[in-house]
């Protein structure tokens, strides 16, 4: 079956009742909130279908919308394979893995024993006296102006800053680095993408070849400082290493505080409990984890299974997104419902399995803290009126902008 698009052929091997166009793709921007019309919709989608435009590059890849075959084909490593997962290291003509993100056992495990400390609960909670700074500092910043861009001023700095001191990169090079973060995660132009890939690796090549020299007390020296097996990462491992570092550290916390401080804005009650209750932050933020998933991963078949009757061969791409698992109605009731109290189990949204998220634990800690300090710092806040919400679609779903106003 050919579609209009002449470079797309559908395999003999997928219904055509299953082909679909997928909505939620890298670089397309839109006014309406996504959790409230586009997510809802392709819940009425069969369970597996064939997205001709999913996979960057608006290409082919299955995707899995259930909460419960995105928590199986995540622990499936048998059938589904995590190599190659992405598009970066091959968009510049390199063979590099984000590690630990696309290694599959048994190689996943040695690299997620030698990473686990590095992110441990203890390790996190002995960060809290410097994230509760950070936010703090940025906060004082626009306390007293009555409103501010929440996502320039606070979201985007905020964990970004944390970022920078665990791997000890320059602050000043922000706006350089999130430019490229911009272009790896929210651009649909391969080309530029590419770019992206270029000017990071080319960067980090030179911090490491530095850090050889001059080593310090941060997760970069880690790495090269670290044996694997009885031997030191190759050069290649030290640029998966640390390009998954930079794409994990500087996106995936701005897109949840955006989406959760949004639904603040525009549920003044939500917030207002918040505020009298601020030991509740914790509970609560479980629920916004839980109906705010934002994320997407790829895994590439490597031995036919099917997944509710529906045939995934070798080769093929299947997409697991938590923006679609988390809401999921044959899991939750009423799955777009906010319900503080609803305390949901096993939440998919930092993935399960052997790629369990390795930075849940700081970014829960930076999370809680970020609603701790602003609520307590400042008052009822709401959207600027008359402003539009943009999102971006795709592997990220992110607020553009969040402009909020309080005070009279």
Known sequence: MQLQRPDIIVPDHVPPELVREYPIIQGRYVEEDPYKTIIPAIHEWPPVFYATNA??????????????????AY??????SSSAANPFAAAIGESWSMIPTELDPPLHTGFRALLNPLFSPPKMRALEDKVREAARRYIARFRDRGSCEFM???????????????????????????????????????????????????????????????PREDFISFGIESTIRGQPLTDDQLIGYTFNLFIGGLDTVTTNM?????????????QRRLRENPEFIK??????????????????????????????KPGDKVLMTTILACRDPEEYDQPNLIDLDRQPKQIITFGTGPHLCIGMHLARRELQIALEEFLAAIPEFRIEPGATISTHLGGMVQP????????S
């Not at 622990?75 to 589904?80: A, C, I």
């Not at 665990?166 to 922000?174: F, G, I, N």
């Not at 955006?258 to 939500?270: M, Y």
């Open 55 to 72: 996979y960057p590059g608006e290409q082919p890849s299955w995707v899995l919308r259930r909460g419960e075959d995105v928590r199986d």
């Open 75 to 80: 622990k499936d490593t048998e059938h589904f």
């Open 152 to 214: 320039q001023d606070f979201a985007f700095p905020f964990p970004v800053s944390v970022f920078l001191d665990l791997v000890d990169l320059p602050h000043d090079k922000t706006d350089l680095f999130m430019q490229w973060e911009h272009d790896l995660l929210h651009e649909a132009d391969i080309a530029v993408i590419g770019a992206a890939v270029r000017n990071v690796t080319d960067y980090l090549r030179e911090v490491i070849a530095d850090r050889r020299k001059n």
């Open 258 to 270: 955006g989406l959760h401080f949004r639904h603040l804005a525009e549920n003044p009650d939500h």
């Open 283 to 312: 509970t609560a933020l479980e629920e916004l984890l839980r109906a705010f998933g934002a994320t997407s991963t790829f895994r590439t078949c490597i031995k036919e299974r099917k997944v509710n009757g529906v045939t995934i």
């Open 400 to 407: 553009v902008s969040l402009p909020l106003v309080w005070g």
